[in-house]
């Protein structure tokens, strides 16, 4: 640097170019925040969420386990807490469910992890099997588009809206607003 310069700096005078990245500075620190804030939503869309359902095990808990032959219905229940589902009609299946999922940004859930664990009791209430079953066991349902079709008559606007005129009590035969 030349003599001038360093007087100039030796005394606060900014020269034109100081000055001019003085002015710049600003406009940049704000656009890096802009961009940062801008990566950071876009990324963030990315990130994918996971949920769980049913029973999850605790800490240190591989999986739910019974004794057969000893086990309860009592002692599952002391264990493991209510069934998440029994069996519509047979008091004596019991299961377990549980399930995690994944979803990223707008994409339909997929099912990560699914357990189910049936609990057979016999007629006393006594295990009798333990059956573990998860994602590869599973079935895939679909849905039928078909409509059950309803009896009964389909009436036309008009004829919703004037059914009822003429099936009014007559006087004094019913109870009608303001009457006893």
Known sequence: MDGEHVVARRF???SR???NMARRTPISFAFAAVAAAGLALALDGCVSVRTSHGYILERGENALTARE????KESIIAKYGEPSMRATFDDNSWYY???RDAARAFFKPQVTMQQV????????GVVERVEDLNLSD???VSMVKDETPTRGKELTVWEQLLGNVGRLPAAGQGAGPGQQ
């Open 69 to 72: 032959g000893i086990d309860t």
């Open 97 to 99: 469910l549980a399930n």
């Open 17 to 19: 170019q100081d000055r």
């Open 117 to 124: 664990v049936v609990f057979q009791f016999d007629e006393n």
């Open 138 to 140: 599973s079935v895939k």
């Open 12 to 14: 606060g005078i900014k």
